[in-house]
């Protein structure tokens, strides 16, 4: 944590995940939960889907989300849940629940950055609201850094050390 300054881990997983957690949190290292849809296990769930629609899975949810806070998790991120579960899970729980596409029923919320922008054009996710579209003004920017740097123009003397 000191080479990377980083000031916490964030782990994916529910109850499965509770001894790593506890062990981490044991050694001094906080650690924020995550639950839903988990980004770096995207294939198992075939995609980007929502999760927790059914009883089971929902309850899975729950008792997941409960594991973590259990073990030591100082907050919950849930991501692509159904806004009535994941309200409440937010109320069952006393660390904070920061959700992504989990409605607004949490005590926070996530949005990428490059989605709040508008910087990609090739997907939107139904819970994403694009607050500017600047993948034009990217795209323009970056054409005439290129091509400044193709005829020479920058970087011009302002923008180098003599000594």
Do not use: N
Request: glycine share 12%; charged share 20%; proline share 4%.
């Amino acid at each position: 944590m000191q080479e990377t300054g980083c000031a916490a881990v964030k782990l994916e997983g529910g109850c499965k995940r509770a001894e790593t957690i506890r062990g981490l949190v044991d050694a001094g290292i906080p650690v924020m939960g995550h639950l839903g849809l988990t980004p770096q296990s995207i294939h198992v769930f075939g995609g980007h889907r929502v999760q927790g629609r059914e009883q089971a899975a929902a309850r899975r949810l729950e008792a997941d989300a409960q594991c973590l806070q259990k073990a030591g998790a100082f907050a919950l991120v849930l991501e692509l849940v159904p806004a009535p579960l994941a309200t409440t899970i937010a109320k069952q729980l006393e660390i904070p629940v920061i959700g992504i596409g989990a409605g607004p029923g949490c005590d926070g919320q996530v949005l990428v950055l490059h989605d709040l922008l508008g910087l990609t054009e090739s997907f939107q996710a139904r819970f994403v609201k694009r607050y500017a579209t600047l993948s034009d003004e990217v795209r323009s920017a970056v054409r005439q850094y290129a091509a400044e740097v193709r005829d020479g123009s920058f970087p011009a003397a302002e923008h180098s050390f003599s000594e």
